[in-house]
Each structure stands twice: as C-alpha cells, then as structure tokens.
C-alpha cells in the first residue's frame, strides 16, 4: 500500500488518519470533502451528506489545500495523485471520477499497471508494464 499521496500541484500530504481526503463538486454544484482508501483497488468511498451523487455522475475533484483541479491530462474522468511507496519512491496514482467506477492505473515512468473491473475502459491511455 502507498505510503503517502501528495497533490501533484502544491504537493501537500492529503492522507489525514488513514484516508485519502479530496474536495468534490457534483454536478448541481453540491460540495464537501470525501475520502478514499489509500489502498490501490479498494473503492469504498465516504461521502458527506452534503453531496448529491449517484451511481454513473462525474465528480470534479480538487486538492482541499490548494484547490486546483485534480483532473489528469489523460482524460477527463480520471484524477490524478502522486503517491510514494516504502522505498519513498514516487509514482501516479490516477482513478476514476465516476461515482461507483471501479477503474485505478499507477504508472511509474511510462509503464502502468491496471486495477479494477472498468479499467478496461482507460487501458489504451497507458502502457502495460512489461513482463519478465
Ligand atoms: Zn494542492
């Protein structure tokens, strides 16, 4: 499991007590903070209840530091994070921001490794690491 995650703008530490927390607008331009499991493949969400989402809805998500736009460049539905594993190596974090997707990719230099049922969707952005 990842040890930290740091917004890849301001790079400020968003695991606060063994959560990943995120600011998030839906679509009617509800708001609040969620958080996420730091751990890769596991999508159990918390959300407030100040935000109206559904299965299927586009969240925008940003740092709740600095407030930038936490969307990847590969495409919109996915956000991007960096995280550092126990060797303080740093790699991307990108998953979904479909409510209920199940869709992670990290990606170390140019290669990728997939995780989740709707990956398949993202797998043409990225190249699989290779196999030895
Ligand atoms: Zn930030």
Redesign the pocket.
Known sequence: MPNKYL?P??R?HLKVEGRIIISAKAKDGSEGLISLSPEIGNYTVNFPSTINHKSGDLLNLF?P??H?NLASSKHINLAMLIATDEKRQEFEVFFSQIVGEQSTITMIGDFADLFGDDVYKYQDLFKPRQMF
Do not use: D, H, Y
């Open positions: 917004c703008k301001c400020s740092c530091v600095c930038q």
